[in-house]
């Protein structure tokens, strides 16, 4: 064994040997041609050209032997596509380095890195909606190698010091973002791009961009990961940034981790996590509020997930505790709408106003005039079967201070509490509140404000028969006083006549004619009050 050993660390040590003289020849002759190269720049140019699938052009050069290998120097570059003759880039300086393992192993020169430094490069929006970079498109700047007469294997391109100008349609001064160093690798199986950026004053710090494209897939299979790491951003000069934007910002700024992928320029899968503080919509009277979480998002031909984990949020209308929210969304197989779900750990239901400068007009007023509070926990809503006739749903959940304005005949109240659980077949509202105000406008002209409401109400559906029963309702202020048991049966005919048979009964009413004086009753509700009185 101690022989078999000897001799391997013997045969270790002849190979090492080899390799550092290969290495000494090589780097020798390297020394010896580098004083001819000035006297072969023609040559090089259609060499580099051919190599890496574009026109090189160059005022000078020189060579030197990095960490990895030769490498080629060009100054004052150009790289022009031959495709179609557009410039690509014009550097201080592109260096190119030799594969010193194919260059040993196969006598083969071939191009395995790229340095470019010192450029510009422009990125423009077009009347159509493309992107074109460097007047090149998206499609025509991925095809690496395209004009190449070798192929081009494992290759890196480097860029350092890049200025990018943005260009959005209509524009007449460019954004200019400062790339600090951008990486992009490409082999058999992948392509990889990581770059690190400077942003604008007005856009916030710093963020770094991550890409894989898996390239060894079916075409139909193939998607980018995109990672987006950012620090200090300014999200109101993001949101200027385009016109268009869906949610524009007067203020707000933090950090976000964004991790997103993209098949056939669809978004099917992204997750956030995301701090921001004082957010507020572009309107001036928009109110300011801070939020966090982590944000999960998913589609595919089945439907769409947007769920919401460890989510905070800080506003005029308090805090929320953190909490989890998701909404699911199901379609059919020809895309209808076939299922909702919403589940939420808490939800505050006056915050609705945060989301209503970015809503259409029309909703804004229709939610505006009920004037929604209050806060559900553990809710859980349920639709399924929207694509049939009969539609199926399930809801639960607590709540706490839920009110809503009167609007027409629909009365209101406010500061309601309770339980609720309700399916297509019955409920149970469990009520167990103080303080409430209930608001009639078809019958009274004031609200009634009430020390006390609680009691159960159940009720079940048959085929056509819907029945309501109660235990013990209690109404009770100063003034009124009320027990009431309440059973009452609701049966739809053939026509829209419904045949209806209730029991009512009532322990006690003081003070009601003190309460509610003769000139603040409706006629309707008054002539109620007074057959009951006298009976």
């Not at 190119?96 to 430094?117: A, P």
């Not at 987006?228 to 869906?246: E, F, H, I, P, Q």
């Not at 009720?459 to 003034?479: C, H, K, P, Y």
């Amino acid at each position: 064994m101690q022989r078999f050993f000897k001799r391997l660390i013997k045969f270790l040590a002849y190979t090492a040997a080899g390799i550092v003289i290969l290495l000494a020849i090589a780097v020798g002759l390297f020394r010896l041609l580098l004083p001819k190269l000035p006297e072969y720049q023609d040559e090089l140019k259609v060499w580099a050209s051919d190599a890496i699938g574009m026109q090189v052009e160059f005022s000078g050069m020189d060579a030197r032997w990095g960490l990895s290998g030769p490498e080629l120097n060009f100054y004052d570059a150009e790289l022009i596509r031959t495709a179609n003759n557009a410039r690509l880039l014009a550097a201080a300086e592109v260096s190119i380095g030799v594969g010193l393992l194919r260059l040993l192993r196969d006598r083969t020169v071939v191009v395995d890195r790229i340095l470019i430094r010192e450029t510009a490069v422009e990125v423009r929006e077009r009347a159509d909606g493309r992107w074109w970079i460097q007047g090149t498109t998206l499609d025509q700047l991925t095809a690496v190698n395209g004009g190449s007469a070798q192929p081009v294997g494992d290759i890196e391109v480097i860029g350092e010091d890049i200025e990018l100008q943005l260009i959005r349609l209509g524009e007449r001064q460019p954004t200019l973002f400062d790339i600090a160093r951008v990486t992009v690798a490409r082999d058999e199986t992948r392509i990889a791009v990581d770059s690190s950026i400077r942003l604008p004053e007005n856009m916030g710090r710093q963020m770094t961009v991550g890409a894989t494209r898996l390239i060894n897939l079916p075409p139909e299979e193939r998607h980018w990961d995109v990672t987006v790491t950012a620090r200090g951003l300014d999200l109101a000069g993001w949101t200027a940034l385009a016109d268009d934007v869906a949610m524009p910002l007067r203020s707000g700024g933090g950090d976000v981790e964004l991790s997103v992928r993209v098949n056939d320029r669809t978004l099917s899968q992204a997750t956030a996590e995301f701090e921001f503080a004082n957010l507020a919509a572009a309107e001036p009277e928009a109110p300011v509020f801070d939020t966090a979480g982590r944000l999960e998002y998913r589609q595919d031909e089945n439907g769409w997930l947007l769920a919401l984990d460890e989510f905070t949020l800080q506003g005029p209308n308090g805090s929320w505790p953190e909490s989890a929210l998701r909404f699911e969304v199901g379609k059919g197989d020809e895309g209808s709408l076939e299922m909702v779900d919403l589940r939420a750990d808490y939800l505050n239901v006056a915050d609705v106003a945060l989301a209503l400068p970015w809503l259409p007009e029309a909703e804004r007023e229709r939610i505006g005039r009920y004037e929604p509070d209050g806060i559900f926990r553990n809710l859980s809503l349920s639709i399924a079967a929207l694509d049939t006739e009969r539609a199926d749903f399930a809801v639960s959940s607590e709540f706490e201070g839920l009110g809503f304005a009167a609007l027409g005949d629909i009365p209101g109240v406010r500061n309601l509490s309770g339980r609720l659980r309700a399916d297509r077949s019955g409920g149970l509202a469990d009520i167990d509140a103080v303080d409430v105000e209930i608001d009639l406008p078809r019958f009274l002209s004031v609200t009634v404000p009430l020390d006390d409401v609680y009691g159960t109400l159940i009720w079940r559906q048959s085929g056509e028969r819907i029945t309501v029963l109660s235990d013990s309702i209690v109404l009770r202020n100063a003034d009124i006083s009320t027990n009431s048991n309440v059973e009452l049966t609701l049966s739809k005919a053939d026509g829209p006549v419904i045949d209806l048979s209730s029991t009512f009964s009532v322990t006690e009413i003081g003070g009601v004619k003190r309460f509610i004086p003769d000139r603040l009753l409706k006629p309707r509700l008054y002539n109620w009050f007074q057959d009951a009185l006298v009976s």
